[in-house]
């Protein structure tokens, strides 16, 4: 049995290994091909389902909403937009202790990414193709484009090597 197992670990490695650029480049257009084809019907893509869901189990939707991490992620769209700040919803919700699916505190980074990820208002994307997910959304597609426009509003006032009382001085 150890031999079997051994050689077909050696084979998966020779062929991950292979020197045939040819060969890695159609594994890795495969892969492109299953991932575009699965966010074309509504599947969510790989790796870990963003915080909010949990992966669906046969029969379920690929992702199932997770009641107590959405009404997080509702909690900082609603906190995001009152506050306007991503530092500030962090104190939000450590001062209440709320923290990540691992146990950890909240940073700026994880916040910035919740707000803008179009899996929480339905969607599906991969590259720059973007479709109707098979889940439900968490949260509504009016309240996730307000946040990102108070986002996108703010990243642009921000000019590197400009501080913001200059660039306010200038406009008056």
Request: aromatic residues 6%.
């Amino acid at each position: 049995m150890a031999d079997v197992e051994n050689g077909v670990t050696n084979l998966a490695r020779a062929e991950t290994e292979s020197s045939d650029p040819m060969q890695r480049l159609s594994h890795g257009a495969k892969v492109k091909r299953g991932q575009l084809s699965a966010v074309q019907q509504g599947r969510y893509g790989t790796g870990p389902a963003p915080y909010g869901y949990r992966r669906g189990r046969e029969g379920e939707k690929p992702l199932v909403v997770h009641d107590r991490e959405a009404e997080v992620v509702r909690l900082v769209f609603r906190e995001y937009l009152r506050h306007r700040s991503t530092g500030k919803v962090v104190s939000y919700l450590h001062g209440r202790g709320i923290y990540t699916r691992k146990g950890n505190k909240w940073s700026r980074q994880a916040i910035a990414i919740i707000l803008s990820n179009r899996t929480y208002r339905g969607r599906v994307t991969y590259g720059n193709v973007e479709t109707e997910g098979l889940h439900d959304p968490i949260i509504e597609p009016a309240l996730f484009y307000k946040a990102n426009a108070l986002k996108e509003r703010k990243r642009r006032r921000r000019v590197p090597g400009v501080d913001q009382a200059q660039e306010d001085s200038a406009s008056a």
